[in-house]
Antibody
Framework: QVQLQESGPGLVKPSETLSLTCAVSGGSISGYYWSWIRQPPGKGLEWIGYVYFGGSINYNPSLKSRVTISVDRSTNQFSLKLSSVTAADTAVYFC?????????????WGQGTLVTVSS | DIQMTQSPSSLSASVGDRVTITCRASQSISGYLNWYQQKPGKAPTLLISTTSRLQTGVPSRFGGSRSGTDFTLTISSLQPEDFATYYCQQSYSIPTFGQGTRLEIK
C-alpha cells in the first residue's frame, strides 16, 4: 500500500522560496504522476502541478512562473519549490499520486504539511 | 480554467437522511468528475471517480450520477462517520475543485 509523506519547513519568510519533499513508500515512484495540491486554512483545494516519474512536468498556469517540481527516482521522492512567497501562499500542502487524462484523480494523498509565510 | 460550482456550501442533516450534493461544471467535462471526502485535519480521500465509480472500500450508500454538466453525489442513508466536507474535482483538463460542501449534524 503506497504511502506519501510531506516534509519541509513549517515557516517561510516573505519573498523567500518554499521547499517541500514528498517521500513515497510502499511502492515505486515509477509509472505514475505525482502532484502537489494546497489548501489555505479554512478554504478549498488548489492544484499546483505534477511531475511524471520520467521527468515531464505540468504546472497550474496561475502559479507557473514561481513553481518548480522535480523527481528523484533514486530516493523515491519528489519535490516542490515555490519562489517569492507571500502570505497568500500560507496553506496546507499535500502531495498525491495520480494517472493522466480523465483518470487524473488523486489517490492516495499525503497527510499534508502546514506552511506559514510570515516574517 | 473550468470552474466547478458546488451546492449547497453547507448542509445540516440527521443520521439516516438521504443527502444530495451537486457540482456544476462551467463547460462540458464529459464524465470526468471525481468526489472526495475530507475530515477536519486530514487529507481528502477519494470516494468516487469518473462520475460513478465507487472506490474500493467505500460503502455502497455513496453514489454518483450525471446529467449534462451537472453531477450529483448522493448518500442514501447518512451515518455518523459521513459528517465531513465533500469536494468535487474535474479531470477533463487542468484539474480544478469545487469550493466544498460542509455536511453537519442537525
Amino acid at each position: 500500500q503506497v504511502q506519501l509523506q510531506e516534509s519541509g519547513p513549517g515557516l517561510v519568510k516573505p519573498s523567500e522560496t518554499l521547499s517541500l519533499t514528498c517521500a513515497v513508500s510502499g511502492g515505486s515512484i515509477s509509472g505514475y504522476y505525482w502532484s502537489w495540491i494546497r489548501q489555505p486554512p479554512g478554504k478549498g483545494l488548489e492544484w499546483i502541478g505534477y511531475v511524471y516519474f520520467g521527468g515531464s512536468i505540468n504546472y497550474n498556469p496561475s502559479l507557473k512562473s514561481r513553481v518548480t517540481i522535480s523527481v528523484d527516482r533514486s530516493t523515491n521522492q519528489f519535490s516542490l519549490k515555490l519562489s517569492s512567497v507571500t502570505a497568500a501562499d500560507t496553506a496546507v500542502y499535500f502531495c498525491a499520486r495520480h494517472r493522466l487524462g480523465g483518470d487524473m484523480f488523486f489517490d492516495p494523498w499525503g497527510q499534508g504539511t502546514l506552511v506559514t509565510v510570515s516574517s | 480554467d473550468i470552474q466547478m460550482t458546488q451546492s449547497p456550501s453547507s448542509l445540516s442533516a440527521s443520521v439516516g437522511d438521504r443527502v444530495t450534493i451537486t457540482c456544476r461544471a462551467s463547460q462540458s467535462i464529459s464524465g470526468y468528475l471525481n468526489w472526495y471526502q475530507q475530515k477536519p485535519g486530514k487529507a481528502p480521500t477519494l470516494l468516487i471517480s469518473t462520475t460513478s465509480r465507487l472506490q474500493t472500500g467505500v460503502p455502497s450508500r455513496f453514489g454518483g450520477s450525471r446529467s449534462g454538466t451537472d453531477f450529483t453525489l448522493t448518500i442514501s442513508s447518512l451515518q455518523p462517520e459521513d459528517f465531513a466536507t465533500y469536494y468535487c474535482q474535474q479531470s477533463y483538463s487542468i484539474p480544478t475543485f469545487g469550493q466544498g460542501t460542509r455536511l453537519e449534524i442537525k
